[in-house]
């Protein structure tokens, strides 16, 4: 059961974002919390998550945007959704507002990329398939066995719906892609689940595909210990940490403690083989592996505009 409360935000609602990969366009959260409560969700560790099964929404989002828009000499040429929550968590009134606000910003020829784990409601497909060129989707997946989602992403859509999403946004010319973030070291890194997992996304015909590993953070061992009640997932998991030692990341000058690097990359190459086998293109996330590089192409890519790096 999740805990709705509504709040007037008054922080602005574009901002900017520290993480490298969100560099070039504004994002959006319309809530602190998330009713999918993924066991790894860095959000778990921000000073304004609310708490387990809690949902903050920011019911004056759309009445601020349009203000904020309105004093703006230069529109963002798109907006990222989101980098703490999910514009289709399963709680109406988030919905409700995310609909109101996609449908006032594309109607403004605002392009918008969404990264989401959850059920994309029939209207908003909708309202999507209307501008296809000014929408990219991410879809989170990290593997393709639904036993293992509900128990690290127990309120998120299941396997087969998001698969189904994908194969209709592909369909309907929604650039679409895949983000298997976090990958589970020691659960879903292994030849066979990679094999089962990239020959699935294959079949949707999306043809991207983000990697990055489990980080840990003290607020996500703290729910990754109190959560999973099977050990053996639990020992295989929390296992490949031992020993490991902290790394600086860009975002918030925070730190977080990730596999070593040669684990991270021998993963890696297991999954570039395996991608090579479905020509999947893959790319690995920067933000979170400032020590090897890259970008997960998190916002998509946007025609270049002149004035937007002074806005934002
Ligand atoms: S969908 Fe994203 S924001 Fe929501 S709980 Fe999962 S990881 Fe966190």
Redesign the pocket.
């Known amino acids: 059961m999740v805990n709705v409360t509504r709040i007037d935000r008054k922080s602005v609602v574009l901002s900017p974002s520290s993480l490298a990969c969100l560099a070039h366009i504004p994002a959006v959260n319309l809530t602190s919390g998330?009713a999918?409560?993924?066991l790894?969700?860095?959000?778990r560790g921000y000073s304004v998550f609310p708490g387990e099964n809690k949902v903050v929404v920011y019911k004056n989002t759309l009445d601020k945007l349009k203000r904020e828009l309105a004093h703006k000499r230069t529109k963002p040429q798109a907006v990222y959704f989101?980098p703490?929550?999910?514009i289709f968590?399963p709680v109406s009134e988030v919905i409700e507002l995310g609909y109101s606000v996609l449908e006032f910003l594309l109607a403004s020829g605002i392009g918008i990329a969404i990264l989401?784990?959850?059920f994309i409601p029939n209207e908003t497909f909708k309202l999507l398939l209307t501008y296809p060129n000014k929408v990219r989707v991410q879809i989170?997946i990290i593997t393709a066995d639904d036993t293992l989602r509900s128990i690290f992403?127990p309120n998120?859509a299941s396997i087969s719906t998001r698969l189904e999403q994908m194969t209709k946004l592909v369909q309907c010319g929604i650039v679409t892609e895949a983000r298997v973030i976090p990958i589970l070291p020691g659960i879903t890194d292994e030849h066979g689940s990679i094999d089962q997992l990239l020959s699935t996304i294959a079949s949707t015909g999306v043809k991207r595909v983000a990697i990055s590993t489990l980080f840990l953070r003290p607020a996500i061992t703290a729910s990754l210990k109190r959560r999973i009640t099977d050990n053996n997932i639990f020992e295989n998991l929390l296992g490949q940490f031992k020993s490991e030692k902290r790394l600086a990341v860009h975002a918030e000058n925070s730190s977080i403690i990730p596999l070593s690097r040669l684990k991270r990359e021998e993963i890696y190459t297991r999954f570039g083989q395996v991608a090579k086998k479905y020509a999947l293109d893959l790319s690995i996330c920067g933000c979170m592996n400032p020590d090897i590089g890259g970008t997960c192409n998190i916002t998509g890519e946007w025609p270049a505009n002149d004035t937007q790096s002074s806005m934002f």
């Not at 790894?40 to 959000?43: G, L, N, R, T």
């Open positions: 998330c999918h409560d993924c790894y969700c860095y959000a989101s703490s929550s999910d968590q989401t784990k959850g989170g992403e998120a």
